[in-house]
């Protein structure tokens, strides 16, 4: 059964700080993996998705990796803002299915 | 990507009474999904919707507790029936690509059953 799990549950910074947000996966049988931003009672928004071909991509500030064999992927933030305080939720797609991780609450400071 | 509406956005409810939440979609999907985040929780997915056939549960969800219609590509419904303050949550649904298998969520409705 896969299991996905986030470190570290939650994290605040200054403002201007690069961050490493963690993810890790148990079954390495994927076809890909998301990113997602959570605003405080909101859904969620895409940020960015990495096919299982795939090692990185990127978007502006963000840029997020993937290590199939060792069943990670991390998502970094550069440069961090006010506005990027969020929950960060991570998901591997199994089948037709997303699996969601723990999530990451991150709060940044000016 | 697609634009996606849910309705209500918010509301709250009695206890032994049940709410229909709304989804629709600005294109025609073929997969959509509905999911529960309880509070403090990460996202756990209820039901696959399928158009003209009947929603695919994951486990400990049945259809008698969270039944779902699909009417076509663009509308799918959730009710939360007979509720307890168990199922005050955040219930969203989400489209999703067939060729990526990429997901894009709705806005959520958030529950409170008092």
């Known amino acids: 059964k896969q299991e996905v799990t986030q470190i570290p549950a939650a994290l605040s910074v200054p403002e201007g700080e690069n961050l490493v947000l963690n993810c890790s996966f148990t079954?390495?049988?994927?076809?890909?993996l998301q990113w997602f931003r959570q605003d405080p009672g909101k859904g969620l928004t895409s940020l960015l998705l990495i096919q299982s071909s795939q090692r990185e991509q990127t978007s502006g500030r963000l840029n997020a990796s993937l290590d199939k064999s060792s069943g990670r992927s991390t998502l970094y933030i550069a440069a961090s803002q006010p506005g990027d305080s969020a929950t960060y939720l991570c998901?591997?797609?199994?089948?037709?299915?997303?699996?969601f991780g723990t999530g990451t609450r991150l709060q940044v400071f000016p | 990507s697609a634009v996606i509406s849910q309705k209500p956005s918010r509301d709250i409810c009695q206890r032994g009474t049940s709410l229909t939440i709304q989804c629709q979609v600005d294109s025609q999907v073929t997969m959509m999904f509905w999911y529960r985040q309880q509070p403090g929780q990460s996202l756990t997915l209820i039901a696959t919707?399928?158009?003209?056939?009947?929603?695919?549960?994951e486990s400990g969800f049945v259809i008698d507790k969270f039944p779902i219609s699909r009417p076509n590509l663009t509308f799918s419904t959730l009710t939360v029936s007979n509720m307890s303050p168990e199922d005050s949550s955040i219930y969203l649904c989400?489209?999703?690509?067939?060729?990526?298998?990429?997901?894009?969520f709705g806005p959520g409705t958030r529950l409170t059953v008092t």
């Open positions: 998901a591997v797609h199994n089948t037709d299915k997303l699996i």
């Open positions: 919707a399928n158009q003209g056939s009947e929603a695919t549960y």
């Open positions: 079954d390495s049988a994927i076809y890909n």
């Open positions: 989400s489209v999703g690509t067939v060729s990526a298998y990429e997901q894009y």
